[in-house]
C-alpha cells in the first residue's frame, strides 16, 4: 500500500452539494493527520488537522478510520470557493518526523 | 505581515546557470523545510532544518545546498542548473520538529530552466 492515496478526481458538484473525499494511508501508528487545500498557483493551506476520531469546522468535517486506515472529509453547502485541489497529509512511515502529501482530490463547484 | 515569505517569487535561468532562493519566516517557528512540487503535482520534501541543525536530508542531487543562517531563515542555492529542475519549490516552517505540527508554507517560488 502506498503511504498515503487519494482520488485525483475531479469532483464535479453544483453549489449547495455536499462531497465527500477519502484518502487511505498505510502508516497505522500514525497519530496526526491534515487536510490542506491548494489553489491553482498558490501555496498549500492548512485546512483542518485531526489528532483523534475527527474534527468539524462549519460546514467541514474531517473523520478519521483507524481500523480501515483512511481519512475523509466532508464539505457541506459546498461554495464555488471551494473550488481546489485537497490534500491529504500523513507521517511518513519510516519515521524522521515527516509528513508525505498526498497528490490531491480536485474539486470543481459549479453555479 | 507575511507569515513565510520567499523570494524570488519567479525565477527563469538558463541550464548551467547557479542560483539562490530565500525564505523568512517570523512565526517563531523552530523547524523550516524546503519542498518540491513538480509538473506533476507531487509535493516531495527535501531538506528540513530545526533550530539551524539538518535533521532531513532527503535524496536530492548535491547540486541543491540549504543553509540556515538563523532559524528565521532557509535559504536553498541550486548549482548547475538543469532542465528537470524546472518545479516550484515551497519553503514552509512548523512550531516544533515532528509529525505532530501542522506546517504553514511560503507562497512558493517558480524555477523555470530553459
Known amino acids: 500500500r502506498k503511504e498515503v492515496e487519494q482520488d485525483p478526481g475531479p469532483f464535479n458538484v453544483p453549489e449547495g452539494a455536499t462531497v465527500a473525499f477519502n484518502c487511505t494511508y498505510s502508516?497505522?501508528?500514525?497519530?496526526?493527520f491534515f487536510w490542506y487545500r491548494q489553489d491553482c498557483r498558490k501555496e498549500p493551506k492548512l485546512l483542518m488537522s485531526v489528532y483523534s476520531s475527527g474534527n468539524e469546522d462549519g460546514r467541514f468535517t474531517a473523520q478519521l478510520n483507524r481500523a480501515s486506515q483512511y481519512i475523509s472529509l466532508l464539505i457541506r453547502d459546498s461554495k464555488l470557493s471551494d473550488s481546489a485541489t485537497y490534500l491529504c497529509v500523513v507521517p511518513y512511515s519510516g519515521g524522521y518526523n515527516k509528513l508525505i502529501f498526498g497528490a490531491g482530490t480536485r474539486l470543481a463547484v459549479h453555479p | 505581515d507575511t507569515a513565510v515569505s520567499q523570494t524570488p517569487k519567479y525565477l527563469v535561468t538558463q541550464m548551467g546557470n547557479d542560483k539562490s532562493i530565500k525564505c523568512e519566516q517570523n512565526?517563531?517557528?523552530?523547524?523550516m523545510y524546503w519542498y518540491k512540487q513538480d509538473s506533476k503535482k507531487f509535493l516531495k520534501i527535501m531538506f528540513s532544518y530545526n533550530n539551524k541543525e539538518l535533521i532531513i536530508n532527503e535524496t536530492v542531487p548535491n547540486r541543491f545546498s540549504p543553509k540556515s543562517p538563523d532559524k528565521a531563515h532557509l535559504n536553498l542555492h541550486i548549482n548547475s542548473l538543469e532542465l528537470g529542475d524546472s518545479a516550484v519549490y515551497f519553503c514552509?516552517?512548523?512550531?516544533?520538529?515532528?509529525?505532530?505540527?501542522?506546517?504553514?508554507f511560503g507562497p512558493g517560488t517558480r524555477l523555470t530552466v530553459t
Open positions: 512565526l517563531g517557528h523552530d523547524t
Open positions: 514552509a516552517s512548523s512550531q516544533g520538529q515532528g509529525d505532530l505540527y501542522e506546517q504553514y
Open positions: 502508516n497505522s501508528a500514525s497519530q496526526s
